[in-house]
């Protein structure tokens, strides 16, 4: 057997781009993602190559299936929204797996939907002639939604901060 190549550095693709590294054609390294992060698993052909147990996380990011440990094709892709904590620790587990076992090679291009509303609005004159900086423009519906834990154990979620165990009912 060859040894293999060194690792190739991508950059930036998207996940169209991504999909090419899926294993079909052995000429290519074998490429998956974890959270936006693109590692080389050519080593480990045996399981995520054709035929391997993992094979469908091939050429894709897998994020939400490792997450949620699911081999559903729904699951196959990156968005992580709506996962709860044990999922989101899951997945941490799989990423630092992947960052100590495999190398980085790109990163997975984000492709951010235009909506009618923020067409129209970028189109169509303002009437509005208060000045604001660009973090006073910004609205909840534009943020990204998110989960984090800190440390403390304090729950981020989509920008607000909730304490672990506190219901959002005893809130004042």
Do not use: C, N
């Not at 044990?86 to 190398?103: G, N, P, R, T």
């Amino acid at each position: 057997m060859e040894p293999l190549p060194p690792p190739v550095q991508l950059g930036e693709i998207t996940e169209e781009e991504l999909s090419a590294y899926d294993g079909s054609d052995s000429k290519k390294p074998l490429l998956m993602a974890i959270k936006g992060q693109i590692y080389d698993v050519t080593q480990s052909r045996m399981f995520y190559g054709p035929g391997g147990p993992y094979a469908l996380f091939a050429g894709k990011d897998a994020s939400r299936a490792l997450a949620k440990m699911s081999f559903e094709q729904k699951d196959l892709t990156g968005d992580i929204s709506g996962l709860g904590p044990f999922e989101l620790e899951a997945l941490q587990d799989w990423e630092y797996k992947f960052m100590s076992k495999y190398v980085k090679v790109g990163t997975v291009k984000k492709t951010v939907p235009v909506t009618e509303a923020s067409t129209s609005e970028a189109t169509e004159p303002s009437t509005q002639t208060t000045e604001r900086g660009p973090v006073e423009d910004l609205k909840e519906e534009d943020t990204p939604a998110f989960h984090a834990k800190s440390e403390e154990g304090a729950s981020v979620e989509g920008g607000e901060v909730k304490e672990v165990g506190v219901a959002e009912d005893s809130k004042e």
